[in-house]
C-alpha cells in the first residue's frame, strides 16, 4: 500500500498498510478512512482475505471486520462506502464484477454479524480496475491495487475534535 494521503471535501482515504487490525477502529474513530487490501491467502502482511479469483472472504479476515463493525456499532449514524478495486489483469469487465462482488461480500459479511449497524449506511461499490493506486510494474504494485477502500461519507457526524484528514 502506499502511504499517500487523498480525498475530498467530504472523504479522505488513508493508505492501510503494514498497520495493526488494532489500529483499525482508532483510525475509524479519528475519521480517517481505511483501505483494506483484498487479496489471496498467501500474500503476507495483509488484512482481508479472499480466495483467488473470488469474493468469498476467507476465515482469516473475520478477526479484522470484527473490528471494523464493533467500530461501526459505536458510530451508527456513521455512512461508508465500501469500495472494491483490482489490478488490470483480466478483462475489465470481469474485473468491475469481481470488484463489485467484493465489495459486496465485505458489506453483507459486516450486516449479517453486527446487527446495531443500519444497512442503509453501507454502500458497496466495485471501480473494477478504473482506479489504480500504482502502475503494476511488479506483483508488489499489482497486490497494492487489489484492495478493497472505505470511504467515510458524512465526516460530520463523528464526535467534536475528531478531524478527518485529506
Not at 449506511?121 to 478504473?130: F, H, R
Request: aromatic share 4%; proline share 4%.
Amino acid at each position: 500500500m502506499g502511504t499517500g494521503l487523498n480525498g475530498t471535501a467530504t472523504a479522505a482515504v488513508f493508505a492501510y498498510h503494514d498497520v495493526g487490525a488494532r489500529c483499525l477502529r482508532v483510525l475509524l474513530e479519528r475519521g480517517v478512512e481505511v483501505r483494506l487490501v483484498a487479496t489471496h491467502r498467501d500474500d503476507p502482511g495483509e488484512n482481508v482475505f479472499f480466495e483467488s479469483g473470488s469474493a468469498n472472504l476467507l476465515p482469516e479476515s473475520e478477526d479484522e471486520l470484527s473490528q471494523l463493525g464493533t467500530a461501526l456499532e459505536r458510530f451508527p449514524d456513521v455512512k461508508l462506502e465500501i469500495q472494491g478495486h483490482t489490478d488490470t489483469r483480466g478483462a475489465a469487465s470481469g474485473n468491475m464484477r469481481l470488484s463489485q462482488a467484493r465489495a459486496d461480500a465485505v458489506r453483507t459479511w459486516l450486516l449479517s454479524h453486527y446487527h446495531g449497524i443500519h444497512d442503509a449506511n453501507l454502500t458497496a461499490k466495485g471501480y473494477g480496475e478504473t482506479q489504480p493506486e500504482t502502475k503494476e510494474r511488479n506483483e508488489e504494485e499489482l497486490l497494492r491495487n487489489r484492495r478493497v477502500e472505505l470511504r467515510l461519507l458524512n465526516p460530520e457526524v463523528l464526535p467534536k475534535g475528531v478531524k478527518v484528514e485529506h
